[in-house]
């Protein structure tokens, strides 16, 4: 067969290959490979390792299995500090080349609350790393995660797993699953996995270990032996004791054994397998610096997972970043992968466990605890400040002393990073009974927790906000924070309870003075009536919002928003159209780029209903485009399913193919 070569002109121009046209005259649409991205998310190991050569046999054998089937789960279980981590690590680290679309990893603890795992919100964080945008609804999640790991070669590494249903919640349509738990979980052997115990290192394994750090000139075969011991065979405890044997070169292992004996008993503050490891930690810890010793405090006194240097530095503790550097060195924190550029670092639960127990007698543990939760609530507020402007608030804003954030996204991305730390503090507050903190801490997160829809979360945070507001006897947040409260039921469409909340807050007006904080209820009430299909009284709500929100700019272009949509729906787009040009003129005088993302949207449903659809085509378009401009994803794909929609409408095929294709992007 002749091969013939294709070229193409566009306006005076050869172009080699097919001819890409343009949807629009002058807007030229090349449709490039989206790059996959490859996560690396599984941390490297530590160091040197020893005597695991079944483990490794097992993960090998696992490899198999998904290599010939599509899908290998294998489960290690053990104690904490046995080394399951590591293990993990470097089997990852040694066999990346079987991977090409990447390793992820996944602590459920951090997403473990009140006795359940949030699962949804986990796999939004493996689709968000695969490249896929998660989808607003929950449910749809999970058949979004099978669909994303249908075509990849991935390992997925579970931490922290408690039980089995865990597993199975997550498991790929194929890949590499890798568990570590420290609870049996023989039941995942019905679902064919490989389940292993991993135990304490032996004598002469530790042995091995400590001097692949130390040499073979330090310490006789007998102390090594007895050192394995007093650390409980456990590679966690030797790290952090080997750690102080590198820094130390005239540091005898003789008298580190000597002095582990003589803390023996001395702290009985751990819990069950690691209540012999107190005297290790001891010793670890008295070699601390100043600096380290702070930090070290603040690790025992954190409720959260994860602590940083801005952190460190805002609760006291000096020369933050090198006191950082000296307990990573004494492998008492790892670094956090996550998708935001500040560094985070979490201490081993053991670690934990010890630094709590060395701080809860601290004279001073009261006011450090008091500076995390004052650090959290002021970044909250000034990442709510970046994101949403001069929404109302009821609080005063705090923050200003911290470093800025650079944009509104890079406010929303530290906001869910920390996501976990703001679970933990809100809680840790409440408990305290600084009542005043925990309904601000709430307030400020709601660009968070509806933006990012988190909403196991949103509800836990807010039930404590409304006890919180209800002690403070403030009204006005206790309003507030039904109101917060409701808007996360009526996202998951649980009409009835958000009714409820509405119900509860009503109550309160007749002692609120702050007009705005009335409106509110007002716009609720009226999205409740829209979903109800009563678009008339949705018209009279957000009529009332409107009125309560004059003389507030964001508000009142919130409001005119959510009125025009209650308009469109009522069969009056005409008077829609009159009030979003209005409400767009004035989000251009107050620079609410935000609302002039959103606006647009409801403007092309307007021009659809008078039958306007060119229009409606350009608003739709100015929509998506300021949308992935701010990496609003959820509101680039409303607009693009609008606009298959029009282009059906409009029988124009290139349209509909040009949108279809970008909402693969974001669903993929």
């Known amino acids: 067969m002749e091969r013939h070569e294709v070229a193409n002109t566009v306006s005076g121009a050869t172009v080699g290959g097919h001819l890409v046209q343009a949807g629009n005259i002058g807007t030229l649409h090349l449709h490039q490979p989206r790059e996959v991205p490859r996560p690396r998310q599984v941390r490297a190991p530590h160091g040197p390792f020893v005597n695991r050569e079944p483990e490794i046999a097992a993960l090998a054998a696992a490899l198999r299995r998904f290599e010939?089937?599509?899908l290998g789960v294998v489960v290690f279980t053990g104690l904490g500090g046995v080394g399951k981590t590591e293990l993990i690590a470097k089997f990852t680290?040694?066999?990346?080349?079987?991977?090409?679309?990447?390793?992820?990893?996944?602590?459920?603890?951090?997403?473990?609350?009140?006795?359940?795992?949030?699962?949804?919100?986990?796999?939004?964080g493996f689709l968000r790393a695969l490249g896929t945008e998660p989808p607003a609804v929950e449910a749809e999640r999970f058949t979004a995660f099978r669909t994303?790991?249908?075509?990849?070669?991935?390992?997925?590494?579970?931490?922290?797993?408690?039980?089995?249903?865990?597993?199975?919640?997550?498991?790929?349509?194929?890949g590499l699953v890798v568990v570590a738990s420290r609870r049996r979980l023989p039941a995942l052997r019905v679902d064919g996995a490989e389940v292993r115990r991993l135990g304490p290192l032996s004598a002469t394994a530790g042995a091995e270990l400590v001097r692949g750090w130390v040499g073979s000139g330090r310490g006789t075969d007998g102390e090594l032996a007895e050192l394995v011991e007093l650390c409980g065979g456990l590679p966690l405890a030797l790290n952090a004791v080997g750690s102080q044997l590198l820094d130390r070169d005239n540091l005898p292992v003789g008298r580190v054994v000597a002095e582990l004996h003589d803390r023996e008993g001395r702290l009985a503050m751990l819990e069950d397998e690691e209540s012999d490891l107190g005297a290790t930690y001891d010793l670890v810890y008295e070699r601390l610096s100043a600096q380290g010793r702070a930090l070290y405090h603040l690790v025992g006194v954190h409720p959260g997972p994860f602590v940083s240097a801005e952190l460190a530095r805002a609760v006291g503790v000096e020369r933050a970043e090198r006191a950082i550097g000296e307990l990573r060195g004494a492998h008492l924190l790892d670094e956090v992968v996550d998708g935001d550029r500040e560094d985070r670092f979490r201490a081993h639960d053991v670690v934990r466990l010890h630094a709590y127990g060395r701080t809860r007698e601290?004279?001073?543990?009261?006011?450090?605890?008091?500076?995390?939760?004052?650090?959290?609530?002021?970044?909250?507020?000034?990442?709510?400040?970046?994101?949403?402007?001069?929404?109302?608030?009821?609080q005063d804003p705090s923050g200003d002393e911290l470093p800025r954030f650079a944009s509104g996204a890079a406010a929303l991305e530290w906001l869910y990073a920390e996501r976990a730390n703001f679970r933990a503090v809100v809680a840790e507050a409440a408990e305290q009974g600084w009542h005043g903190e925990v309904w601000r801490l709430c307030e400020s997160l709601w660009p968070l927790y509806h933006g990012r829809k988190l909403y196991q979360d949103w509800i836990a945070t807010h039930r404590l906000g409304v006890e919180s507001a209800q002690w403070d006897n403030r009204p006005a947040a206790v309003v507030r924070m039904r109101n917060q409260l409701a808007r996360a039921h009526v996202d998951r469409g649980e009409y009835r309870l958000a009714a409820e909340q509405l119900a509860l807050a009503t109550e309160q007006v007749p002692l609120v003075t702050e007009r705005q904080v009335v409106g509110v209820l007002y716009e609720t009430d009226g999205l409740l009536c829209l979903a109800d299909g009563r678009p008339a009284d949705a018209v009279q709500?957000?009529?009332?919002?409107?009125?309560?929100?004059?003389?507030?700019?964001?508000?009142?272009i919130v409001q005119s928003y959510n009125l025009a949509q209650a308009l469109i729906a009522d069969g009056r787009p005409e008077q829609a159209l009159a009030l979003l040009a209005e409400a767009t003129a004035h989000a251009g005088r107050t620079g609410d780029d935000d609302m002039l993302m959103k606006l647009p949207l409801v403007r092309a449903r307007a021009h659809r209903a008078l039958g306007q659809l060119d229009l409606a085509v350009a608003?739709?378009?100015d929509c998506a485009r300021q949308a992935r401009e701010r990496g609003q994803y959820a509101k680039e794909a409303q607009a693009h399913a609008l606009l298959v929609s029009l282009a059906e409408e409009l029988d124009d095929a290139e349209l509909a193919e040009r949108s279809r294709v970008r909402l693969r992007e974001l669903s993929d």
């Open 68 to 70: 010939e089937d599509g």
């Open 362 to 394: 601290l004279p001073d543990r009261g006011p450090l605890l008091a500076g995390v939760v004052a650090y959290y609530r002021g970044r909250a507020s000034a990442a709510d400040r970046a994101l949403a402007g001069k929404r109302l608030r009821l």
């Open 619 to 621: 608003h739709a378009d």
């Open 541 to 556: 709500r957000f009529t009332l919002a409107l009125a309560e929100n004059r003389g507030d700019d964001h508000g009142e």
């Open 148 to 174: 994303a790991t249908a075509e990849r070669r991935c390992l997925f590494f579970l931490d922290n797993v408690e039980h089995a249903a865990e597993v199975r919640a997550l498991l790929p349509s194929g």
């Open 93 to 124: 680290e040694d066999h990346r080349e079987h991977f090409p679309g990447g390793d992820l990893y996944a602590d459920l603890k951090a997403y473990r609350h009140q006795g359940g795992v949030d699962l949804p919100e986990l796999l939004a």
